[in-house]
């Protein structure tokens, strides 16, 4: 029985991790350590569980089920999963995501070091960028060589650099907390981990794991699953060695970074303030090569799942149709992006975190069809609102039965119509699988 190397496995989760770490989730641990302030602990960990256990489930679930999206979505009907799996793609993909990756990039890692038209240099650089990760997308067979061996490792030691210069050598004490930050320090930090967009991310990078795994020639289902699972916790325990330095960075830059507007300029501040000059090259390295192997792993996902649903459409020339038009977004900036994806997330996640959920569960449903729909479709109700009030839609006389919703105040008023979801699924389940009938009628 053919089995990966440790070298080969350590290079898999290393890709997993690659592929997660973007440079948001670069940039929202220090506001989270920043507004927590003393209680930096419970908010950053209330991160971790979305931003690192959420999408370690998704992860999981992609094991159990053994594919992607297509495969996870498979008891909805048809037209629901292919308006879902458009939305989760073109969110992760070239509306929102890719062009991101680009554009952070930019501000934080190369604006810096590009003198003259701000606009110009963006151009020029999103060019650069998206050439490079489109060359690198369009041989997904070589994906977790070119980053699991060669990228990640790169980009793990400056990270690890930056994370014991931090520790070792905080710029200044414990701030306090924000005021604005009127509940929960765990609920707060739990919240900003949607931001990662990484638990959207996860029920698509399952494939591009598994698939990797194939081309080293392993294709039973349980080395599979096994080796999806193993690269899966390499990656969530890289990314809380990021996230922990960066929160607690977060927490003790209210001396050297006061009255910043962001995460990345609080990073460049105070890496500035550890290493002069040199930190921020240590920072456009971290920056860039975070961005460039999140966009080459979005552009082969994206790629490969709109060739899988429109098999007339070819893999290559689709990554390049993508990445075209995600430069097209990009050149918008980042600003722009992000406050047009900010609804569509609110609107997303709740639905993705329910899919992971009885995905995980789907092995012990006798009838998950009945199951899936029942849930997501209560689901689906709460997170339209939540998305459209997000968007300015103004709600009338049902903000006021929205607010009577246990943890409408929290966000997470979708939760109990999830909740009553599965439980009514699995009350209306039917008696017998349709596998079952089928064999029954046979008999």
């Not at 990228?151 to 990270?159: D, F, G, K, Q, W």
């Not at 096994?226 to 001396?255: D, Q």
């Not at 977004?329 to 609804?343: D, K």
């Not at 849930?375 to 109700?381: H, N, P, R, S």
Request: proline share 6%; with cysteine; net charge neutral.
């Amino acid at each position: 029985m053919h089995q990966l190397k440790r070298s080969d496995l350590l290079a898999l989760g290393f890709m997993t991790f690659a592929l997660f770490l973007g440079a948001g989730n670069i940039i929202f641990p220090p506001d989270v350590g920043r507004t927590a302030g003393e209680a930096v602990w419970p908010a950053a960990f209330g991160f971790l569980s979305t931003g690192v256990g959420l999408p370690l489930l998704g992860v999981v679930a992609a094991a159990i089920i053994g594919g992607g999206l297509s495969d996870i979505t498979q008891p909805l009907p048809r037209w629901g999963a292919v308006i879902f799996g458009l939305s989760i793609y073109l969110s992760i993909g070239p509306l929102f995501a890719i062009p991101r990756t680009a554009t952070v990039a930019y501000e934080i890692g190369a604006d810096p070091f590009i003198p003259g038209d701000s606009a110009l240099g963006l151009a020029l650089y999103i060019v650069v960028f998206f050439t490079i990760s489109t060359l690198l997308a369009l041989s997904p067979g070589k994906l977790m060589d070119r980053v699991g061996k060669w990228i990640t490792p790169a980009l793990i030691a400056v990270l690890a650099i930056m994370a014991i210069a931090v520790l070792v050598d905080p710029q200044g004490p414990i701030g306090h907390r924000d005021a604005e930050l009127s509940g929960s320090a765990f609920g707060f930090g739990f919240l900003e981990g949607y931001q990662t967009m990484d638990t959207l991310a996860s029920v698509v990078f399952g494939i591009v794991i598994i698939q990797a795994i194939r081309d080293k020639g392993i294709n039973e289902r349980a080395q599979i699953t096994r080796y999806t699972l193993i690269a899966g916790f390499i990656a969530a325990l890289c990314l809380s060695l990021v996230y922990l330095p960066l929160a607690w960075l977060g927490a003790t830059s209210h001396t050297i970074a006061p009255h910043v507007a962001n995460g990345g300029k609080m990073i460049a501040l105070y890496i500035q303030g550890i290493f002069g000059a040199w930190g921020q090259v240590m920072l456009a390295i971290v920056i860039s090569l975070a961005c460039l192997t999140t966009a080459i792993g979005l552009l082969t996902c994206c790629g490969e799942y709109l060739h899988q649903l429109m098999p007339r459409l070819p893999y290559k020339p689709t990554v390049i149709v993508l990445a075209i038009f995600s430069a097209l977004i990009a050149n918008q900036g980042l600003s722009t992006i992000i406050q047009f994806s900010i609804p569509v997330l609110v609107a997303l996640y709740p639905l993705t975190m329910v899919l992971i959920g009885l995905s995980l569960i789907k092995p012990w449903l006798r009838d998950p069809e009945r199951v899936y729909r029942i849930a997501l479709g209560l689901t689906l109700i709460i997170s339209l609102y939540d998305g459209l009030k997000q968007a300015g839609v103004e709600m009338g006389s049902l903000a006021h039965y929205y607010q009577q919703l246990p943890l409408a105040s929290a966000g997470i008023a979708w939760s109990l119509p999830a909740a009553l979801g599965l439980l009514l699924g699995l009350l209306m389940q039917r008696r017998h699988s349709k596998l079952e009938q089928v064999q029954s009628s046979q008999g």
